[in-house]
């Protein structure tokens, strides 16, 4: 296996960059590549996560929360003590709160009531104004995202950042991302593999490795049950009703988004990943790597190990840990809620021991 240096021989920490960095913006970003020993072994591949989980408010969506506000800012809409206003039940929200409180503009987050407490809470105590509404679909105009965008159009000052159509959100990943996984591989990656929410992660890291490796670079899409985008893409372009659910929060979508909307035609292909193989790379991940992350990232993992089979030894598949599994840990590591879901006979024998709540 080749240049993996970024572990410090002396000290056995990161090297970070020699600089300082402004404020919390300017932590976000650069994470580090990780390869998954274990699983590059088993496959002869490299499978190397980047860790998303490590921004500073502690997602991926980091990354599009700056990308949002810092369009919204270059474009002239958000202006010194703004208001940022969205539709958001989970990391988006988190990350729009900590660039919020950085940058002195005020924060508003529209949930459906049906969220967590713990992630109220949280976004209350980064100083958002959090207004549960009622849990109803996207074509209801009570909807989250609906009551998001119309409170923001009767303020002065003030931004709908609209984390799905907002191409902005793609953007940063292609300034960002993808440049770091180029660099970071040496150019070396051959395939891409993430899930999608708003479909800026893949779309923007795509669309970078593609132009950047002129065609070389396969982008794969890992979707969940319940979403729409695993049968589009294998269908060649057709839109089915959506139906099923899943665990795997932040991820899935019933429609192509405008973040979506220019690249999903150069995604090669696609995976379907039920839910007993994401919470069961969740506590493998644990065990033989150390690494405690959420449902999402797990079910990226897994893509990566399937396209590491398809693909045959020797290649480099990059995937995205999205976050870390402290927002999920009531659920994913408690055997009654595994119970009720009918995943835990999922869980290996000898990873039970890590459901202990
Ligand atoms: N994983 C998690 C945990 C998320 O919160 C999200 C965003 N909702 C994603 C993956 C997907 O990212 P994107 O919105 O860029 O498609």
């Known amino acids: 296996m080749i240049f993996f240096t970024a572990a410090s021989k002396h000290l056995g920490v990161r090297r970070f960059a020699s600089r300082a960095v402004d404020g919390f913006t300017g932590a976000v970003g650069n994470t580090p590549l990780i390869n998954l020993t274990s699983l590059s072994r088993k496959t002869g591949c490299n499978i190397l996560a980047k860790a998303e989980f490590m921004n500073p408010g502690g997602s991926v969506k980091d990354r599009a929360a700056l990308g949002v506000i810092t369009d919204a800012e270059q474009r002239g809409s958000l202006k010194p003590g703004g208001i940022v206003v969205e539709g958001t039940a989970g990391n988006t929200g988190i990350g729009l709160a900590h660039v919020c409180r950085s940058r002195g503009y005020k924060c508003v987050i529209y949930m459906p009531n049906t969220q967590s407490q713990e992630k109220i809470d949280l976004l209350r105590m980064l100083g958002a104004d959090v207004r549960p509404v009622p849990a109803v679909a996207y074509d209801n105009p009570l909807n989250y995202n609906h009551q998001a965008r119309d409170y923001a159009k009767g303020l002065e000052n003030a931004v709908w950042t609209n984390q799905f159509d907002n191409t902005a959100n793609a953007k940063v990943h292609y300034d960002t991302t993808g ?63 959506r139906s099923g659910s899943s665990i795997t929060e932040g991820i899935g979508q019933g429609r192509i988004t405008d973040n979506l909307a220019t690249e999903i035609a150069h995604v090669h292909g696609s995976l379907n990943i039920p839910d007993e193989k994401s919470i069961a790379m969740v506590y493998d991940l644990l065990d033989a790597e150390g690494i405690y992350v959420g449902a999402s990232s797990a079910l990226n993992v897994v893509a990566a190990v399937e396209l590491a089979e398809r693909f045959g030894p020797g290649k480099t598949i990059v995937t995205l840990l999205c976050d870390g599994a402290y927002r999920y840990q009531s659920r994913l590591f408690s055997k009654s809620w595994l119970e009720k879901k009918g995943l835990l006979s999922a869980i290996p024998e000898h990873l039970i021991k890590y459901a202990v709540l």
């Open 179 to 241: 440049p770091e996984i180029w660099e970071q591989t040496q150019g070396t990656v051959d395939v891409f593999t993430c899930a999608t929410g708003t479909g800026g992660t893949l779309a923007g890291v795509a669309k970078f490795l593609r132009e950047k490796s002129n065609g070389r670079v396969q982008s794969w899409l890992a979707d969940p049950p319940g979403s729409v985008l695993h049968s589009y893409i294998s269908s060649g372009g057709q839109l089915k009703e």
